[in-house]
């Protein structure tokens, strides 16, 4: 039995707003679809926009999220990490939190990085040139793409 877990809406929760964005497995926005969100001890149920974001708040200091939901017309349900302390930008451990987070498998960072290239409309070179670096932190942080 769960006993630290409980229900939370936005209007009543202290602590740090947070936007995520959920995708399927070809990355595409999972619009309209409910997710559960566990920070630290709490567990927060809401439901993804039409472009597929979610914003709550999580308890000031929680390091990490994890997003539970089922894509769109799928069954198959995803669990997904996402780090909330990350290093700065511009280096590689910064790109690799941040490909990371965005579902991308770092295990093999030149096939992430190819990767992400080719969803964000970047020549695929496999390196974190200044243009990647730049694609990736807009899109990470400021969620553009």
């Known amino acids: 039995m769960i006993t630290d877990a409980f229900w939370e809406s936005l209007d009543d929760a202290p602590g740090t707003e947070v936007t995520v964005a959920i ?4 990355r595409r926005p999972c619009a309209n679809r409910a997710v559960t969100i566990v920070a ?6 809401a439901a993804s926009d039409g472009q597929g974001r979610v914003t709550v708040r999580v308890p000031d200091g ?4 994890t997003l539970r939901y089922v ?3 799928d069954a198959t349900l995803i669990e997904a990490t996402v780090e ?7 280096g590689e451990a ?3 939190a941040r490909l990371a987070n965005l579902g991308y498998d770092v295990g ?5 990085v190819t990767r992400f290239q080719l969803n964000f409309g ?15 932190t807009a899109v990470h942080d400021g969620g553009a793409g």
Not at 108 to 112: G, S
């Open 23 to 26: 995708h399927d497995h070809a």
């Open 40 to 45: 630290g001890p709490r567990r927060i149920f």
């Open 62 to 65: 929680t390091e990490r999220l």
């Open 71 to 73: 894509p769109t017309d």
């Open 84 to 90: 909330l302390s990350l290093p700065p930008p511009g």
């Open 94 to 96: 910064g790109a690799r």
């Open 108 to 112: 093999d960072l030149p096939w992430a």
């Open 122 to 136: 970047l020549p695929p070179t496999g390196t974190l040139d200044a243009s990647t670096q730049t694609k990736l």
